[in-house]
């Protein structure tokens, strides 16, 4: 095959932003290669070759009640039909595939991508995510319309901030990859006698074809790090999304075939399996002998089947979690509110990160503004959240629309929870009034002892209410607050823990709680960073260490296992 | 607690050699701290603090027939009365545990060794190892009265050997801790506004109480990289033997404890549970909640077991695998019939890495000596294997004691599998006269497509023989051998795969179906190194990737998912 784009051509774009991302992973200070601000795109803005606002807007236009065929090998029918959770059809199709073969078409690639090696796999990689990139305005568009986040968010989180967790992956399994050297002399003295000697070569090789089941919130976010990291580490990707979310991932497919084609590799190393209605095709896909790795993200019940029945397979979860924000005392009272206000609003808490239960205790609390009783702090958070999306055409742009039917009945359920505190209001978008956008909703809650120790408590904030509903949960003391949240996290699993304390022993015994319960912990956040949001390079996402995931975005244990090294040792 | 032993001597006397281990991981040259001539070791010696030989033998000799009471909590009752190979009782006894009080008891020390950080956790091992080594002639005879190998193999694996893997193992768990500061500074730019601004912590913390289920071979040599890579990463260990040899492992955690102890932690961070005649305290253990890393070395049953109900745990197996010879051509025929008789005779094949099947042509093969048929190969391998053992008391040295009577079954078995060309024969040991000594068993077998093609196939060289019996097959093509290779790795998996070829179309092949099927390969060995052995900081064992064992000693993957990083950010 002659390659469209060469490997020096690769090289000199892509090896200085690798080197970067490599530098960044190890001190895991601020740094990102993709503009967040969509104005940073355009041909003719500072990021040329790229798709500016209209432009992805035409695209995502031009692409509705398409099919898009690439010709994939094992294409037995069409499959598809979206519809935007803002009321529009989006209604492309998508190849479904016959596994028997798909499976073998993916292997046939192989060889020689295994023979690539690190390096040019990493910038293969890279490339990909360049070409995407330069699509950011059309990622954004396929993001809002399967996921229903609203326009900026679809933009940042689908867009840059995806790519950068892409990219991280992609550093991570270089690094792995290359920790052992690929050859090295070895020479063994043996006293008088002529020395030992031997030449070894290590050859990182890869498990085999890498599934991914995608989610309906956040399908590139999520994706990327197990997608890149398994075509980093020289393994075929399938990637099955969720039939809500089938466009974003769909459009990674077809730039990530492209581009493997250009660099002259197969580019069925890269493949589609979209299912037809009800097929719970994830099912049958994960436990096929072929399937050596699955990256899931997801319902804690499909997500426990996964890693239970595919056992031929490494199988990395993120799952849901119950989590949870301990207020003790702050001396920004103001702050703590604003930044739990638009937590609690963020993409109307359909985020794994969105904090549900606010510990708080019964007496009140200690704040530069005074003492506040629950009820006081409590008020003013609702009164807060109301501030915040006050205005309607704000609202939609912090709220996204609601997908899904569930979350709307969970919605107009928590009423039934306990005393609502702040209830939850229909918004109408300006753009599109078939959109059901919802304001939170947070309910009252008793976080004594015995609703929630002995081992069957009854509190109904000790499960996952995934979306728009909090609870307001009155602790008997900090002490207390400190206990059901060691509760939660080794019960229920948590993404994010939050606390605000001005107290150094509360900290303390948080932070205490946090490290033997593996929870990673945000304190006292009062400006424009946010609990449930994490920056690819520094933050951690999950632990890997508690219920809700069973592994981090993104660390060496994410990569580590995808590969395995071959020695091979000749007398020298 | 008072510490007998202070950080800054930690430091002093071990931060240099953990600085070799990590370079010597990254170059894989050949390197190791620990002597492996009995003679580098006495007070007055090279190694000075160390036991000499005799010292060995008498520390060995008072140890027989004495209980081991170190005062471990939960200890209900005694258990041991091991019977050496070598017919001569050791008879030791060992704290049987009471798992209730056991457990939580090894809990309470991690928060102290969580908070010790990596560096020290690594500098701690260093000592245990250190305290180790200096016993080893002790250790060599408790290896080898439990074992049953030959006391210069059990000096050399059963002691510098091993303590070299547990090396390695503090190394990748350092490294591994450490890849991800323990501090940061994040600040983002917020174009005119101010940046936004996080410090922001890392902490790796453990999982829990991590399980080592010892084999009765190797107990030191392949414990010691799950123990070290496990206490180094911040876990208690846990550590329950073979039945047939608790002894090696019993003075390691003896060991073990005594140093945590000197070092101001915890002595029941590592504990052992010793198990009653036929109690199966691996299987009740391996399913507590508490236990969340399990090491397993042993048989393919218990290790799929383990994968299969584990499910609360990390489980890295080490399972039995069927290891294959492909002999296609040489330009050594002498050193390689001598090479291959030593890997069959080295501990009468009780090694998981020992060759079983030995891939011939059956139109026999082009050597330096001319051309050789099958018959003539067969005949000069058996004549080679009998100029080895020919002197009984060398053949004890290097074939040890056959240990349980399941292997002299199998030998007693072998007639019964095909036409044997060379028959085992009862060796005197010197010294022992009490020990069950036995030479090589090599059948011949026919490699026809027709026997191992198939769904049933029904050759007995699919099937793993543990012991000192090995196969001739006579295959149709160096085509077919790389096939059955194929297909015996994929099938039953290999710890190690050999071939001597002067072809450098079969080379190829050969190595494109170990890269392909994930086996480590060495060709050509016709000196002093042998297929059946690897060097720690050099060579892997195993790879992970084929049914013989899930994990590689020692890589990243081994020691990446035993601790999780918690992060903690707060505003700068």
């Known amino acids: 095959m002659t390659a469209a784009v060469s490997a020096a051509q690769l090289t000199s774009t892509h090896r200085p932003t690798l080197d970067q991302a490599l530098a960044a992973i190890r001190a895991r200070a601020y740094w990102s290669p993709h503009p967040e601000h969509p104005r940073a795109y355009g041909p003719d803005g500072p990021r040329p070759g790229t798709l500016a606002a209209a432009e992805g807007q035409a695209a995502f236009d031009a692409l509705r009640g398409t099919r898009l065929d690439w010709g994939q090998p094992g294409t037995d029918g069409w499959t598809g039909g979206e519809i935007s959770p803002y009321g529009i059809e989006v209604g492309v199709e998508y190849p479904h595939p016959d596994l028997d073969v798909l499976l073998p078409a993916m292997r046939a690639g192989m060889p020689a991508w295994r023979q690539a090696g690190p390096a040019t796999r990493a910038l293969v990689c890279l490339e990909i995510l360049a070409r995407i990139s330069a699509r950011s305005h059309l990622f954004a568009h396929a993001v809002m319309h399967t996921t229903g986040q609203a326009f900026p968010m679809a933009f940042q989180a689908g867009g840059p901030h995806a790519q950068d967790r892409g990219l991280e992956a992609v550093a991570y399994a270089f690094e792995e990859q290359t920790r052992t050297p690929q050859e090295a002399e070895w020479s063994k003295p043996q006293g008088r006698r002529d020395p030992l000697r031997l030449r070894k070569t290590f050859t990182p090789v890869p498990r085999g074809i890498s599934l991914l089941v995608g989610c309906s919130t956040f399908p590139t976010w999520n994706g990327y790090p197990g997608l890149f990291a398994s075509l980093a580490t020289g393994n075929p990707v399938l990637v099955k999304p969720h039939p809500r979310a089938v466009l974003p991932l769909a459009l990674t497919v077809r730039t990530a075939r492209e581009t493997l084609g250009d660099a002259g590799f197969d580019p069925n190393l890269v493949a589609l399996a979209a299912e037809l209605p009800d097929e719970g095709l994830a099912r049958r896909l994960a436990v096929r002998p072929e399937i050596r790795i699955v990256d899931y993200t997801g319902s804690t019940a499909f997500g426990e089947w996964l890693e239970t029945h595919a056992r031929q397979a490494q199988v990395f979860t993120e799952k849901a979690g119950v989590n949870t924000i301990v207020v003790d005392s702050t001396d920004d009272y103001r702050g703590m509110l604003d930044n739990l206000a638009f937590s609690l609003s963020?993409?109307?808490?359909?985020?794994?990160?969105?904090?549900?239960?606010?510990?708080?205790?019964?007496?009140?609390?200690?704040?530069?503004?005074?003492?506040?009783?629950?009820?006081?702090?409590?008020?003013?958070?609702?009164?807060?959240?109301?501030?915040?999306?006050?205005?309607?055409?704000?609202?939609?742009?912090?709220?996204?629309?609601?997908?899904?039917?569930?979350?709307?009945?969970?919605?107009?359920?928590?009423?039934?929870?306990?005393?609502?505190?702040?209830?939850?209001?229909?918004?109408?978008?300006?753009?599109?009034?078939?959109?059901?956008?919802?304001?939170?909703?947070?309910?009252?809650?008793?976080?004594?002892?015995?609703?929630?120790?002995?081992?069957?408590?009854?509190?109904?904030?000790?499960?996952?209410?995934?979306?728009?509903?909090?609870?307001?949960?009155?602790?008997?003391?900090?002490?207390?607050?400190?206990?059901?949240?060691?509760?939660?996290?080794?019960?229920?699993?948590?993404?994010?823990?939050?606390?605000?304390?001005?107290?150094?022993?509360?900290?303390?015994?948080?932070?205490?709680?946090?490290?033997e319960e593996c929870a990673p912990l945000s304190l006292n956040l009062t400006g424009g960073v946010y609990v449930n949001q994490t920056a690819a390079f520094s933050d951690f996402h999950g632990t890997g260490g508690n219920p809700a995931a069973n592994a981090a975005l993104c660390d060496g244990a994410f990569v580590a296992s995808r590969f395995r090294v071959v020695e091979v040792r000749r007398p020298a």
Request: charged share 25%; hydrophobic share 45%.
């Open 346 to 515: 963020l993409y109307s808490g359909q985020m794994c990160t969105t904090p549900q239960n606010l510990l708080i205790p019964r007496d009140g609390i200690r704040t530069d503004a005074g003492h506040r009783s629950y009820d006081e702090v409590v008020a003013d958070l609702a009164a807060a959240v109301d501030a915040v999306l006050g205005d309607d055409t704000r609202a939609a742009a912090l709220l996204g629309a609601v997908a899904g039917p569930r979350i709307r009945e969970r919605i107009e359920a928590a009423p039934g929870l306990g005393e609502v505190v702040l209830a939850s209001r229909a918004v109408t978008h300006p753009a599109f009034p078939g959109a059901t956008i919802r304001t939170p909703v947070i309910v009252k809650a008793d976080g004594a002892r015995k609703f929630w120790e002995g081992p069957e408590p009854d509190a109904p904030y000790l499960s996952e209410c995934f979306g728009p509903v909090s609870f307001a949960v009155a602790v008997d003391s900090a002490a207390d607050a400190v206990d059901l949240l060691r509760r939660t996290v080794r019960a229920k699993g948590a993404l994010t823990v939050g606390a605000y304390t001005t107290s150094s022993e509360v900290e303390r015994l948080v932070e205490e709680a946090c490290l």
